[in-house]
């Protein structure tokens, strides 16, 4: 079968037979054959099994026929290779038993030796590798995102403690962000070289801080982890939610993907933003549960302005939830696709 590279021209604003589309949590509960996987191993194991690990990530790409695969993973388990007691619940989130409290705390974490701490991620990106004719994605959560399970110790709403470290230990934050902006620099490197053809990276909270917050304590580091990606040829993404606001910083990123929300419309993402990046998203994932004439008017919106300009791929804003049927995606996927390329013909 020839290799579908749609996904890797639109990140490089390249010309394309159609818009590629993928979707954030395409492996997940909302597929019968995972919850049944689920059933016989938890999340963590599943990704210390290259060959079940491998086949989780397959499977939403053959029945969605999408134009990208997304490592199995998640964004902790690098996490505990550095020595925090991490366990995920379903349904829930991220629970750690030693929070991050002070600057020894920060101190103790190890470096990541990707080949030698997660051998079988790495073993699941070869197989991977070998099995797909469309690019994979590898990815890591960012440094604010991973700080903030890290020092809530799970999920949270309002983000206190994070935050308090951010205004009154400004070294012990500033010493956590090295940390984590030099295991994800690692952790990328090494994904690519087993196989990864893009990464994304995910700062799904960052949208809790305001731009002004955001310039001070997590811009460098996010400059720093772009600069250091910039020579891997693979392209990058950045990702997260709720970052209207944030765009106007993010612009100074020398990232080459940009992920959108659903609250800011893709004209005023690149208005925002300007013509140098590619832009990746961003249906509402509620939508997913509306009547289909609502899913392919709203789709169709966001297709037209997407496509208004080179380097567009089509996403949701945020992940699929469990409650989304198979065949929403797979329907909506190959409207993405006949639309698109229909449009691309005219
Ligand atoms: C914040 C975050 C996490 N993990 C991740 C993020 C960033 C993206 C986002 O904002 O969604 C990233 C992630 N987590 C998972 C993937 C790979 C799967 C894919 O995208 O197809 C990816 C890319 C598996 C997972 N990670 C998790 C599941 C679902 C639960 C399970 O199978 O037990 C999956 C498939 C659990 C998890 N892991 C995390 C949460 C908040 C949860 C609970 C939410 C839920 O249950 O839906 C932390």
Redesign the pocket.
């Known amino acids: 079968m020839t290799f579908n590279d749609n996904f890797l021209r639109a990140c490089r604003k390249e010309p394309v037979d159609h818009v590629p589309v993928w979707?954030?949590?395409?492996?997940?509960?909302y597929q019968p054959e995972?919850r049944k996987v689920?059933e016989k191993y938890?999340?963590m194991e599943i990704c210390e099994l290259p060959e079940v690990c491998a086949e989780v990530?397959l499977l939403?790409v053959r029945q969605l026929n999408t134009d990208a695969a997304?490592?199995?993973?998640?964004?902790?388990i690098p996490v505990k290779a550095m020595g925090i007691d991490v366990d995920?619940?379903?349904?829930?989130?991220?629970v750690i038993a030693n929070p991050i409290k002070e600057a020894a705390d920060v101190q103790r974490l190890r470096d990541l030796d990707p080949e030698a701490d997660l051998p079988k991620t790495m073993d699941t990106i070869r197989i991977l590798h070998r099995e797909l004719n469309v690019p994979l994605i590898g990815?890591a959560?960012a440094p604010f995102?991973l700080a903030s399970?890290m020092i809530e110790g799970g999920?949270s709403k309002n983000y206190y403690k994070t935050k308090q470290m951010m205004y009154a230990a400004p070294e012990v934050w500033n010493a956590l962000m090295d940390k984590l902006g030099d295991m994800i620099i690692t952790y990328m490197k090494a994904q690519v070289k087993a196989g990864a053809q893009a990464v994304?990276i995910?700062d799904?909270?960052i949208g809790s801080l305001s731009p002004s917050d955001y310039r001070r304590y997590v811009f460098p580091t996010m400059k720093k982890i772009f600069e250091a990606l910039k020579g891997i040829g693979a392209p990058t993404i950045y990702?997260g939610?709720n970052t209207g606001e944030l765009l106007s910083v993010w612009k100074e990123l020398p990232v080459d993907v940009i992920g959108v929300d659903w609250r800011v419309p893709l004209d005023s993402a690149r208005a925002r933003v300007g013509s140098d990046f590619a832009l990746q998203g961003n249906l509402d994932p509620a939508l997913l549960l509306a009547p289909w004439d609502v899913i392919e008017r709203n789709a169709k919106e966001i297709l037209d302005m997407g496509m208004a300009q080179p380097g567009y791929i089509f996403n949701l804003g945020?992940?699929v939830f469990?409650e989304v049927k198979g065949e929403t995606l797979q329907k909506l996927t190959e409207f993405v696709h006949q639309y698109s390329s229909s449009k691309l013909k005219r």
Do not use: E, N, V
């Open positions: 979707y954030m949590r395409q492996a997940g509960r995972y689920r938890s999340l990530t939403p997304i490592l199995f993973s998640d964004i902790m995920i619940k379903g349904g829930y989130g991220p990815f959560g995102t399970y999920p994304q995910f799904s909270w990702f939610i945020h992940g469990p």
